[in-house]
Structure formats: C-alpha cells, structure tokens
C-alpha cells in the first residue's frame, strides 16, 4: 500500500499541492502536518507510520517534506528500513525499493542537507556584515524612548485618562506590549504622581 505524507512549510503553507500530487501517485491515505522550522514533532507522521504495515511504501513529494535535516531524515530512513517499509519522492525519483534508489535517495539527502548549510552559513553572513556597517536588521522596534516617555506622561494624568485601557488606545500600542514596558507597580507610583 502507497502512504501519503505531507509537510507544510514556512514559504509554502499550503499543503493541497503535495496532497493532490500523493493522490496521483496512487496514496491511499495521505496523512499531512503543520510544522514550521525545525521543529522535531511531527504527529501526523508518526499517525502515517504507526498506520503502515511491512511492505508498504511511504511517499512523499520532496525529501524536505519529510525532514528538516540529515539527522532527522536518516532516523527516519532507519525506522522505515527496520519495520520493511520503502520511501518513494516523487519529486526526486527515489524509490528505496530499487538499489539504484537507495544510493540516489543518499547522494540527495547530502546535498539537501549541504545546502541547508550553505543557506544558514549565507544568512548569518549576511546578518554580520549588515550590523557591522551600522544597520539594524528586523523590524522596527515599537517602543522607543521617546515613546515610552509620552505613555509615562498619560499615565500621570488620570484626569484626562482615568483607565490605563485609556492610555493603550490613545498610545496605540498592545496591552501586552504595554505591561512589558509598564509594571503595576510603576503604574501605581505614576498615578500617585511618586515618579
């Protein structure tokens, strides 16, 4: 019997595309996870492999759909060899039922890996050489200085804010982001005009 797994990813959230390709390929079941990063639990696929019996196959559309590093993809190769179960890609042509495909299914899956690396070591590159000419990467931050200083004000004055919900709709930010910079404490010794 073909099994299906599918594995959204942060580009690619998704998953019908694999879905439809499994189908085509002949899965009978297809079993599909919402996993981001390198996250290592991944239910639906241990649901897929406590399902399979000897014999069967697993099938996925691409390599990195079934793991997000060398490691991750070799245990899993091992469970799979160890229960008699083959691995087809499609994307990749590796079919493990064949010598040919177990060699090529390896080859690939040092290169997937190696490039995952390149990848990394590129982005961290990058990051460095960014913040070393000054430049700040990411968002801009919510609470500046001078920010935080008209919320401490607001806060002081309870006539013209007597809720601290005042001061979070007037100040437009979060109530969570607020009581990052805001303790009760400090709240209380802003309103009693202590600070």
């Known amino acids: 019997m073909l099994v299906g ?14 879905i439809e390709e499994l189908r085509k390929a002949g899965c009978a079941r297809v079993f599909s996870d919402k996993v981001y990063g390198m996250k290592r639990e991944r239910p639906k696929l241990q649901e897929a492999l406590d399902y399979m019996r000897a014999e069967d196959t697993l099938v996925v ?6 793991a997000q590093s060398m490691n991750q993809v070799m245990r899993t190769v ?10 087809k890609v499609l994307t990749q042509r590796i079919d493990t039922n ?20 390149i990848l990394a070591e590129n982005t961290t590159a990058s990051l ?13 931050r919510v609470m ?39 303790s009760v404490d400090e709240i ?8």
């Open 144 to 182: 500046t200085e001078e920010k935080i200083q008209l919320l401490r004000a607001m806060v002081r004055d309870s006539t013209s804010y007597p809720f601290i919900s005042d001061v979070i709709v007037a100040g437009k930010i979060a109530r969570k982001t607020f009581y990052k910079y805001f």
């Open 5 to 18: 797994y599918a594995r959204v990813s942060a580009l690619d959230q998704n998953p019908e595309l694999q």
């Open 128 to 140: 460095k050489s960014v913040s070393e000419h000054g430049r700040i990467c990411g968002r801009p």
């Open 61 to 66: 559309w691409k390599l990195s759909r079934l």
């Open 98 to 117: 064949t010598p040919e495909g177990t060699l090529f299914f390896h080859i690939n899956a040092v290169f997937d890996q190696f490039q995952r690396e």
């Open 78 to 87: 091992k469970e799979l060899q160890k229960r008699k179960i083959e691995l």
């Open 188 to 195: 209380k010794a802003l309103r009693a005009g202590k600070k």
